[in-house]
Every structure is written in C-alpha cells, then in structure tokens.
C-alpha cells in the first residue's frame, strides 16, 4: 500500500518558451530543490524549477526541528521557500513533470523531457524528486499517515507528550524503532508477524521497557488504536511504522546514477557535494540520502547548489578536486598543533 497520490498545480509558462539553455535544471521543488536553486540564484545563474507539486510531507500538517521553524506548517514552509525564490530574476519555475532526462548530443549538459513533449536544456542537472512511502496493507493505516501514524520520532515524537506509543513492525529496522521510542513515551511493540526479535533483542527490549505483542493487528481506529484480530484494543497517542521507500522518478535511473540500497529502500549515491556517479547530476533530498527530514533536505540542497555552481564556474574534472574551504584539512596531531 503507498500513499496516495495528489495532483500537481498545471503550468503557468509554457516549457515551449524556454528557447535560452539554463545553467541549471532543479527537477523537484520541494525544501531541497529551492535549497539548491537559491544557491545557484544568488550566483545569478539560470535556472529552471520543474515541480510536480509531491511534497513527500504533505500530509502532515507541521514541521519540527527545523531551526527558527519549529512548528510551522510543511506547506507554508515550502510557500515561503518558493516566493522567496522567485523573486530572483534568474529564476524560472514551470509546474509539471519531467519525464525524461538525457546527456545532450552536443555534450553540454541534459535534455529534460516534459509531460507536454517539450524538451528544456540545462547545464547541470539536479535531482530533488524524493521517494514514496509504501506502508504495510493495515486498514486504517494510510489514511492516519502524518497526523498520528508517523516514521521520524525526531519530527513527531515530541508532541505525543510521552503518552502511549506504538510501533508497527515491517521488518528488522523497526527493532530500532522501538529501542528509540521509549526516550518519548511508554512503548508497545506489535511484532503482527512481520519480524520476531531473538533472545538477545528481547532482553533489549525489556531494559527499555517496551512491550512486546505477538497477536496480528486487524485495523487501526479512532487516533491510532490498535485493534488486533482478537478484538482486543490497545489506544495509541501515537504510532510509528518503519515505510519501505522508492524513487519518485525514473531519472536518475535513466542517467545512470549509480543507486544504493539503504534500510529503508534505494537511493541515488552521492559524494559529500551530492555529486552523483554521472558527472554534472547531482541528487539531493530523500531521494540522495538514507533517512531524511526537512533540515537535512535544506543542508543538502545547499549542498548541491553550491557544487552545481562550482563546476560551472571551474568544470566538472575541477569541481570534482574541491580547493580551500571544501577540502578535508590534514589530520595533525593536537598537541604539536599547538606547539607551532
């Protein structure tokens, strides 16, 4: 079961307009494709936003821990992101999807095909296109996801005001799950057949104090109660289910941007500059790291901004050898450091 799809706002500027090539193409308009398109903005670079409108928080309804945000909307966050933006003349934004992407012929950068069969260029490519949460087939489950069924105890934990929580196991990871969660509240575990933890894990999850239910879970009701096959019922302030995740686009497949796949499911490998394995594509956001959250999309789209525009200003065989403030500092010994 994955999380139903909402629809994305049509365009407002025909890609058919876009007849200059852009420095750089942000496919993704979420927090880390405007982190990296106001990097490139503020070097006064050409860059075109494409956005689908697929913001993988959408549907939860505040942002935590997110510096000087804490407990803003996920919408109003990404609103003010975008007006900000765009007011930057460089900067153009087309609402839609690109289907495509490709190295030029000419060896200049990408072709971006959109859904309309137009094509946009772009020097740099960067891709901010997220991933998609698939949630085990519970009934109750999907329709509760970002108001009280969750996966980040960072983002959520917080706010269920250390009351009742449960953990939903799809697998090994929610092991981890449910050793973290107590830091928040009073935890049960509901194993619903999907992982049995061994005897070493068991007196783990007793130090802790987690409760451990074997009995399958039917449904979940009201706020997130836990109603199991026996009908018995177990109120939840709260629950947490590890997702399985997949790319939202087919792009960097299509480049061959070398994957890994993480706990969670894959993603595009990045270097520390968010450089991908196809030089001139970087990846930032969801679909460029392990796990991720609102600070960690805007630090990585800043991220690839900046060595998006570093490699345009110095080319790829240079942005790949960063000098001065990018490069790691010879390790030395702190005493003799001193000495000197």
Same mark, same amino acid.
């Given at each position: 079961?994955?999380?139903?799809?909402?629809?994305?706002?049509?365009?407002?500027?025909?890609?058919?307009?876009?007849?200059?090539?852009?420095?750089?193409?942000?496919?993704?308009?979420?927090?880390?494709?405007?982190?990296? %398109?106001?990097?490139?903005?503020?070097?006064?670079?050409?860059?075109?936003?494409?956005?689908?409108?697929?913001?993988?928080?959408?549907?939860?309804?505040?942002?935590?821990?997110?510096?000087?945000?804490?407990?803003?909307?996920?919408?109003?966050?990404?609103?003010?992101?975008?007006?900000?933006?765009?007011?930057? %003349?460089?900067?153009?934004?087309?609402?839609?999807?690109?289907?495509?992407?490709?190295?030029?012929?000419?060896?200049?950068?990408?072709?971006?095909?959109?859904?309309?069969?137009?094509?946009?260029?772009?020097?740099?490519?960067?891709?901010?296109?997220?991933?998609? @949460?698939?949630?085990?087939?519970?009934?109750?489950?999907?329709?509760?996801?970002?108001?009280?069924?969750?996966?980040?105890?960072?983002?959520?934990?917080?706010?269920?005001?250390?009351?009742?929580?449960?953990?939903?196991?799809?697998?090994?990871?929610?092991?981890?799950?449910?050793?973290?969660?107590?830091?928040?509240?009073?935890?049960?575990?509901?194993?619903?057949?999907?992982?049995?933890?061994?005897?070493?894990?068991?007196?783990?999850?007793? %130090?802790?104090?987690?409760?451990?239910?074997?009995?399958?879970?039917?449904?979940?009701?009201?706020?997130?109660?836990?109603?199991?096959?026996?009908?018995?019922?177990?109120?939840?302030?709260?629950?947490?289910?590890?997702?399985?995740?997949?790319?939202?686009?087919?792009?960097?497949?299509?480049?061959?941007?070398?994957?890994?796949?993480?706990?969670?499911?894959?993603?595009?490998?990045?270097?520390?500059?968010?450089?991908?394995?196809?030089?001139?594509?970087?990846?930032?956001?969801?679909?460029?790291?392990?796990?991720?959250?609102?600070?960690?999309?805007?630090?990585?789209?800043?991220?690839?901004?900046?060595?998006?525009?570093?490699?345009?200003?110095?080319?790829? @065989?240079?942005?790949?050898?960063?000098?001065?403030?990018?490069?790691?500092?010879?390790?030395?010994?702190?005493?003799?450091?001193?000495?000197?």
């Amino acid at each position: 079961m994955h999380i139903p799809e909402s629809q994305g706002a049509g365009s407002a500027t025909p890609a058919a307009a876009f007849d200059v090539p852009f420095d750089a193409i942000i496919v993704g308009g979420s927090y880390a494709g405007l982190s990296a %398109a106001t990097q490139l903005a503020r070097a006064r670079r050409r860059v075109l936003v494409i956005d689908g409108g697929q913001r993988r928080n959408r549907y939860a309804s505040h942002s935590h821990g997110f510096l000087t945000r804490d407990g803003s909307g996920t919408a109003a966050i990404a609103a003010e992101g975008k007006a900000q933006l765009l007011a930057y %003349a460089t900067v153009t934004w087309l609402d839609g999807t690109a289907l495509q992407a490709a190295a030029s012929s000419d060896g200049d950068g990408f072709d971006v095909t959109l859904a309309d069969g137009s094509v946009v260029h772009g020097r740099r490519l960067v891709l901010a296109t997220g991933v998609i @949460d698939e949630l085990p087939p519970v009934e109750g489950l999907a329709e509760r996801w970002g108001s009280s069924v969750f996966h980040c105890p960072y983002c959520h934990g917080y706010e269920l005001e250390q009351g009742a929580i449960g953990v939903l196991a799809t697998g090994p990871l929610s092991m981890h799950h449910a050793l973290m969660l107590p830091d928040w509240g009073t935890v049960t575990f509901f194993l619903n057949g999907a992982f049995e933890p061994d005897a070493v894990q068991l007196a783990q999850l007793d %130090a802790r104090g987690v409760t451990v239910v074997r009995t399958p879970v039917a449904q979940i009701d009201g706020v997130a109660d836990v109603v199991l096959v026996d009908g018995s019922r177990h109120a939840m302030a709260g629950l947490f289910v590890a997702t399985r995740t997949r790319l939202a686009s087919s792009l960097a497949g299509e480049l061959g941007c070398l994957l890994e796949e993480g706990a969670m499911g894959p993603f595009v490998r990045t270097d520390e500059q968010k450089a991908s394995s196809v030089p001139g594509v970087f990846c930032c956001g969801d679909a460029g790291r392990m796990a991720g959250s609102v600070a960690f999309a805007v630090a990585d789209g800043a991220m690839a901004g900046v060595a998006a525009h570093r490699s345009l200003m110095f080319g790829l @065989d240079q942005a790949a050898k960063p000098p001065s403030i990018f490069s790691p500092a010879p390790v030395t010994n702190a005493a003799s450091a001193l000495a000197k």
